[in-house]
């Protein structure tokens, strides 16, 4: 019998303990925003939803996917977007294809280089209210999630997107 209220009371002290420590699946910025720091699972088989070259310095190409509750709203012309919508950009060098402008006798075809980062927008109004009800992601092309100080800016550039429910890509049928 003491062996159980032993047990009872130990199991008791780390569940204390561990909610004392705050989320385990996230992390905070000053401002006490958490943002993404695990991919959501099976994102490379979402949907299509546009596609982007962002120039400059940057010189990147991308491919924006939704998860089925992003395609849905996209669909649908919801906004704001509902809770569970996930976005997925997948950056990459744009790069100049030597094989294919080969073939076109000219250059003018490029294509995705090496891989940048991936980023993420994911829509739960009550986990990320101080960010307008988005989690932001960044992983850079080792998979690993940035730090706070990398993150601080996305949410007040999105924010300037207000009339879109902060978020840029349109949906591209």
């Known amino acids: 019998m003491k062996a159980i209220a032993f047990l009872l009371v130990s199991v008791a002290s780390m569940i204390v303990v561990a909610a004392s ?33 962002e120039a400059g310095k940057l010189n990147s190409l991308g491919a924006v996917l939704g998860n089925d509750v992003a395609m849905k709203a996209y669909r649908a012309g919801t906004i704001p977007f509902p809770d569970g919508t996930i976005l997925a950009a997948l950056h990459y060098v744009n790069s100049p294809s030597a094989e294919n402008d080969k073939i076109f006798g000219q250059p003018q075809s490029f294509v995705p280089g090496a891989p940048t980062n ?7 109004s009550k986990k990320y209210a101080a960010t307008g009800g988005w989690g932001f992601g960044h992983f850079n092309a080792d998979g690993k ?21 902060l978020v840029f890509t349109t949906y591209a049928p």
């Open 21 to 53: 420590m705050g989320p385990v699946s996230g992390r905070a910025d000053e401002g006490g925003a958490p943002w993404v720091t695990e991919k959501p699972a099976g994102y490379r088989d979402w949907q299509w939803v546009s596609s982007a070259h």
């Open 118 to 124: 991936v980023q993420f927008m994911v829509k739960d």
């Open 145 to 165: 999630p940035v730090d706070a100080a990398f993150m601080k800016p996305c949410f007040p550039c999105h924010a300037q997107n207000k009339a879109h429910d």
